[in-house]
């Protein structure tokens, strides 16, 4: 009878721990890059994901609900959410770069969409680049913990780094910068919005670079086996390409 109640506690004990793993909310965090997140209402922040929009957001909910797990989306500045998710299990941080440095510090979901790393100049600018190389003679602007600016850091050049990326388009018009590096397509909404300046200078693009979901470390294996079958279940139908032809891709 002992070893009987035993077996049935245990079994209890498991299907409990099931359920509540099933049942634990993801907490999701993305930043301000049109047009691959944004809010709906034009703020600087949301707590909401129907308050959220964008390329990656609506990837990122597509997988969600394919995959059936409950969630949270807030879109917060990017070493806001950074920090929550190094802290915190089940929190996660979209889109990312997956690099060497960060390879590590993640459990990876992706890919979901390809970047392009461009510099800018300020429009009517007389500055060419042959190649990156070029640019060292120029102060670049950046913004915090972002992963090109970081790149760029690291590799010796004169970055100018600021923590909110939309002062970058204002600050190369002053002359503060001369080039300012930002995605190719985020690059010209963030100016047009920030700054309303609509004709920004291309001046190079230097490298693509694959963006993922980055989950906290401590977050099940089998939740993140879940949510990439589910990418790749969306993927098939044709949902991304679909997503990414409304966004102009």
């Not at 910068?177 to 919005?193: E, H, K, M, Q």
């Not at 993140?224 to 409304?246: C, F, M, W």
Request: glycine share 6%; aromatic share 8%.
């Amino acid at each position: 009878m002992t070893k009987t109640w035993l077996c049935a506690i245990a079994s209890v004990l498991m299907l409990m721990t099931l359920q509540a793993g099933a049942n634990e909310k993801l907490y999701l965090y993305t930043e301000p890059l049109p047009p691959y997140s944004m809010t709906t209402d034009g703020r600087p922040f949301a707590h909401s994901a129907d308050d959220i929009a964008g390329l990656c957001p609506d990837i990122v909910k597509a997988i969600a609900d394919e995959a059936g797990v409950n969630y949270k989306m807030k879109l917060r500045n990017w070493s806001y959410g950074l920090s929550k998710v190094q802290r915190s299990k089940n929190n996660g941080i979209f889109c990312a770069t997956r690099n060497e440095q960060r390879e590590n510090s993640f459990k990876w979901v992706g890919p979901l969409i390809d970047i392009q790393w461009t510099l800018f100049a300020k429009p009517g600018s007389d500055i060419t680049l042959n190649d990156l190389e070029d640019a060292r003679d120029y102060v670049i602007g950046g913004y915090k913990d972002d992963v090109m600016t970081s790149f760029l850091v690291e590799q010796g050049f004169n970055v100018s780094i600021v923590t909110d990326n939309a002062l970058n388009p204002s600050r190369l018009m002053l002359g503060k910068i001369d080039l300012w590096v930002a995605d190719r397509l985020d690059g010209p909404f963030t100016a047009s919005d920030a700054a309303d300046i609509s004709d920004l200078k291309v001046v190079l693009s230097f490298r693509t670079t694959p963006m993922y979901l980055a989950m906290n470390l401590d977050t099940p294996d089998s939740t993140i086996n879940k949510l990439q079958q589910a990418l790749s279940n969306v993927r098939e139908r044709g949902v991304i390409d679909a997503l990414e032809q409304n966004y102009g891709l």
